[in-house]
């Protein structure tokens, strides 16, 4: 015989009445409050090391030497690209938790939900039917969140970018006439280290930014890939019953 899970009503035979019990929670209901918006939290959990990584680096001039060397300013066009993708990727996560949670434990009867509008178009639906509506949510998830691959790539084109301009901007303080001129070696040198230490430092954030942005991107994917995988199972243990 079965053993149920939560404790039942039981009828007192002498009074006809019914006992109150306390249902005690089922596992998977226990398991449901202990990971309910467990990806929101690995999201934080990810930048907030990040962005304290970046204080550390702050603290030790490294952030000041690259703003000094940015000339054409393309070190912060890539920050601010960046904080844009985290803000998009932030947006996508709190959405992806919420479809998670209501597909879990709290009601698929939000407004507005992706998953309350999968549930009722299978409606007697056959099998055929649930895979091509089960494929168009997946594309419309999966286009949501490429957006921030997309914005990860463009971190590190604008990084290579800045690269090329720096090793123009490197070249083109070297004279050739004025090469054995003791004088003008000088600002030549400086001219070279500058536009050296602008490429390098372009390739560097550029780099560094787009490995930040493609975890955040990851942790999207394994969200949107738990979503759909048990919106399959219910899905289908619905439609079974």
């Keep these: 015989m079965n053993t149920l899970a939560a404790a039942e009503p039981v009828a007192d035979i002498r009074t006809g009445y019914v006992d109150e019990v306390e249902f005690a929670p089922t596992p998977r209901a226990r398991e449901i ?25 702050w603290m030790q001039g490294w952030i000041a030497r690259i703003l000094a060397a940015d000339d054409t300013h393309i070190c912060k066009l890539i920050f601010s690209l960046f904080l844009i993708g985290l803000f998009w990727a932030g947006q996508k996560i709190v959405m992806l938790s919420r ?25 007697g639906r056959d099998g055929q039917s649930r895979a091509n509506l089960l494929g168009a949510l997946r594309m419309k998830i999966g286009h949501r969140i490429a957006v921030v691959r997309h914005m990860a790539s463009t971190l590190v084109l604008l990084g290579l970018i800045g690269t090329i301009v720096g090793f123009i901007i490197a070249l083109s303080g070297v004279n050739q006439d004025a090469v054995t001129d003791s004088a003008a070696i000088g600002p030549m040198v400086a001219t070279l280290l500058h536009g050296m230490a602008m490429a390098l430092f372009k390739t560097l954030v550029g780099s560094v930014l787009n490995v930040w942005l493609m975890v955040n991107y990851r942790l999207l994917e394994s969200g949107a890939t738990h979503l759909l995988t048990h919106l399959v199972e219910v899905g289908e243990r619905d439609a079974a019953v």
């Design 33 to 57: 409050g202990r990971y309910r918006y467990l990806l929101l939290l690995r999201f934080a959990l990810i930048n907030v090391t990040g962005f304290a990584l970046l204080g550390a680096i």
């Design 99 to 123: 479809e998670l949670n209501a597909l879990e434990g709290e009601g698929i009867d939000q407004p507005g939900s992706r998953v309350a509008a999968y549930m009722d178009a299978i409606v």
